[in-house]
């Protein structure tokens, strides 16, 4: 159900947060950057943009989400001590975001939608009111989130992106730095967004007692860590 994002703002501060966030590969997040603004990934291939394929495209298609933008409430990398299974690259925005103007119809996972049975219906999908949310949401879900419905329009990074955070794997394949292929990458497309450049920080993620690195070296083939880390 469509929720009023105003609402559904003041509930997540009430909740203490602050921030929403998405994480996608180097690919992708170097076309939103170019782009100016968070995509669909159905508006991304309409627009013939880059962007690396998921394993949950062929549900969001099934689900009809494949025209929605999806934001956590929380950094997962960070609250879970792993890393982002969407990608390495995470967009940080001021939760004021959903106070823009012209902002696609909001709703509310109650789950991650790859979790959703092609029976269930739409209230076991979404919550159904803002008052379900306020008692029902939490920012350590990874399965509930904030989804902008039905857009082919980029939710745009101007002035709500705070931080753009990438991991470092600690991983090469062949004389391949990861770390510094990936920075590169992002680094000469931020360089053409000027707001960007000068308005949004961009650092190295550092890790302590987090099992990313580990997981990289040793869950992740070097194809897989081509399709993230790459432009």
Known sequence: ???????????????????????NTVQTASSFIKAGGLFSRGAMEDAEYLQTPQSSDELDKQ?????????DSSDLHSL?????????????????????????????TTTNPIYWDENSKEEERYFQSTQEVNEGYTDTSYRQMITLRNTSSPLLFEPYLEEII???PGVRIGDVILKKKASEALAEVIAENDYILKNVKKRMRKCSNCWCKENYLRQRTASELKLAFYP
């Not at 689900?63 to 934001?71: A, E, G, T």
């Not at 940080?92 to 959903?98: A, S």
């Open 1 to 23: 159900m469509e929720l009023d994002p105003i609402e559904i703002m003041e509930i997540l501060k009430e909740k203490g947060i602050t921030h929403l966030y998405h994480a």
């Open 63 to 71: 689900f009809n989400v494949w025209y929605d933008i999806f934001l």
């Open 80 to 108: 879970f001590n792993r890393q982002n299974h969407y990608g390495p690259v995470l967009f940080k925005f001021d939760v004021e975001i959903l106070s823009q103007e012209g902002l696609p119809p909001l709703w509310v």
């Open 166 to 168: 990438l991991d470092n």
